[in-house]
Structure formats: structure tokens, C-alpha cells
Nanobody, 116 residues
Framework: QVRLMESGGGLVQTGGSLRLSCTAS????????MGWYRQAPGKEREVVAS???????RYASSVKGRFTLSKADTNSAVYLQMDGLKPEDTAVYYC??????????WGQGTQVTVSS
């Protein structure tokens, strides 16, 4: 069992920055991939950025060059630095962890709102 807790969302103007944090607890040694997803109103949840253990970070094309994912080596935390925010980045952002047994875990979500 893995538990995820996000923080750092909020309201920001276009062009501003936010840093999301996600703390993992429980069976973190079982985690093989961590990342961030988001879901805007009326849209499906989509991957923003993710990184497997000892692997390359993958970014959605819409955030590449603006968002930066970083992760603790122990899989105890994952972060998302968001710069150059746009109104279309407005969504609930979810932390995600995938274990070696293909179990998916989600945080409770944190709201990010970008005003124009």
C-alpha cells in the first residue's frame, strides 16, 4: 500500500509559477514509476509528466519546456515545478505512483487555477 499526499496548488496569473509537492509513504520501495496527471473540467485525466526508476522523464507536449519534474531517489517524494503557466493549465493535479505489481495509487488532487 502506497499513500500519496499533494500540496502546493493555488491561484496564479498567466505567466506565473507554482511548485507542486507529493509525499509518498507506505511501501515506497515497491514503486517503479511516479508522476503527475491533471484533469480539467469536462476532460479526461491526462499525464503531465512521469519518470520510471532510473529512467528518463516524459513530458506531455503541452508542458514541455515549462514544467519540470523531480523526484527523490527513494521515491519518497515527487515534485512538479510549473513555470510560464497558462489558463489552459487550469485543472486538478494528481500525484501518481505505479508499483512493480502494476498497482496504481493516486493522491487526493490539488487545484491549480491560472487566471488570464
Amino acid at each position: 500500500q502506497v499513500r500519496l499526499m499533494e500540496s502546493g496548488g493555488g491561484l496564479v496569473q498567466t505567466g506565473g509559477s507554482l511548485r507542486l509537492s507529493c509525499t509518498a509513504s507506505g511501501s515506497v520501495s515497491d514503486i517503479v514509476n511516479m508522476g503527475w496527471y491533471r484533469q480539467a473540467p469536462g476532460k479526461e485525466r491526462e499525464v503531465v509528466a512521469s519518470q520510471p526508476n532510473s529512467g528518463n522523464i516524459r513530458y506531455a507536449s503541452s508542458v514541455k519546456g515549462r514544467f519540470t519534474l523531480s523526484k527523490a531517489d527513494t521515491n519518497s517524494a515527487v515534485y512538479l515545478q510549473m513555470d510560464g503557466l497558462k489558463p489552459e493549465d487550469t485543472a486538478v493535479y494528481y500525484c501518481h505512483a505505479l508499483t512493480y505489481s502494476a498497482a496504481s495509487y493516486w493522491g487526493q488532487g490539488t487545484q491549480v487555477t491560472v487566471s488570464s
